[in-house]
């Protein structure tokens, strides 16, 4: 079972490019980020045609995330954080694998900058009330996998300057803290399990040939339950749709189950 993970920045004007990828990898799962429109102009019936079923949290203009799936999946749940802001970034759902009751969850955290401003203050609201929820989801399962654009790069190998990042609302101590503070629960970053210092950037920025220098950053990521960790056959950043005609400025991550 292949599920991946995509920041799409916007399904509708990258909708080729996310019918490419599908038709070339066949993707069982495929959990999107800043999907960029409503529930109402989602393109459902494209990805139908495709035997995906689409579950949708969808926001006009900005932010929202999906899951599609070709597997049934059961209990989408898009209530997982009382935000404020009324913002979609979360939503979740059950997955059958293997006799186990796997909840999904994919999320999209606020980016954060500028770090002086209510950005950065609902940034860590944000996660701190993603925290709490985790602590409650897993009194109820503890077989859970997060996929999703995490807007946090976890340490200095994982971004192509780590000084110049030092206030950066990605890389400031007290957000690297809070992700470590998920691994505390009993997560572990499936990238950094099967690749101990190997780069592994997802994210390129549009500006100043950030692509063509490699000049990138590790922000969206995979955490499982620890329990699980021996279901994973491997994961992989996908960096074959970054380099494609109107990209996206993220890649997908992807990891097979055994």
């Not at 139908?48 to 209990?75: D, R």
């Not at 909840?103 to 950005?119: A, C, F, M, R, S």
């Not at 994961?235 to 400025?249: A, F, M, Q, V, W």
Request: proline fraction near 3%; avoid cysteine; hydrophobic fraction near 35%.
């Amino acid at each position: 079972m292949l599920i991946s993970s995509w920041n799409v920045n916007s399904v509708r004007a990258r909708i080729q490019n996310i019918k490419n990828y599908l038709l070339k990898y066949q993707p069982d799962i495929l959990m999107m980020q800043e999907i960029k429109t409503e529930d109402v102009n989602f393109p459902y019936s494209d990805f139908a045609s495709m035997n995906y079923e689409s579950h949708v949290f969808g926001q006009k203009s900005y932010n929202g995330v999906a899951i599609i799936s070709k597997i049934k999946l059961k209990n989408p749940k898009l209530d997982l954080i009382n935000d404020k802001f009324k913002q979609s970034r979360i939503i979740a759902a059950e997955l059958e694998h293997k006799k186990k009751k796997l909840q999904l969850i994919n999320v999209y955290t606020p980016n954060g900058n500028p770090v002086d401003t209510e950005k950065y203050d609902y940034k860590k609201i944000w996660l701190d009330a993603f925290i709490k929820q985790l602590i409650s989801i897993l009194k109820k399962n503890k077989n859970i996998i997060i996929g999703g654009d995490f807007n946090i790069i976890p340490a200095a190998e994982d971004v192509y300057n780590a000084k110049s990042f030092e206030n950066d609302a990605l890389y400031r101590i007290e957000i690297r803290k809070k992700f470590r503070d998920i691994l505390s629960l009993g997560f572990i970053d499936v990238y950094r399990h099967f690749n101990d210092v190997k780069e592994g950037y997802t994210f390129w920025d549009y500006m100043r040939g950030a692509w063509e220098k490699n000049n990138g950053m590790r922000i969206d990521h995979f955490l499982m339950s620890n329990n699980l960790i021996n279901i994973v056959k491997s994961i992989n950043i996908n960096k074959d749709p970054r380099g494609k005609e109107k990209p996206s400025d993220h890649t997908p991550i992807e990891i097979t189950l055994n």
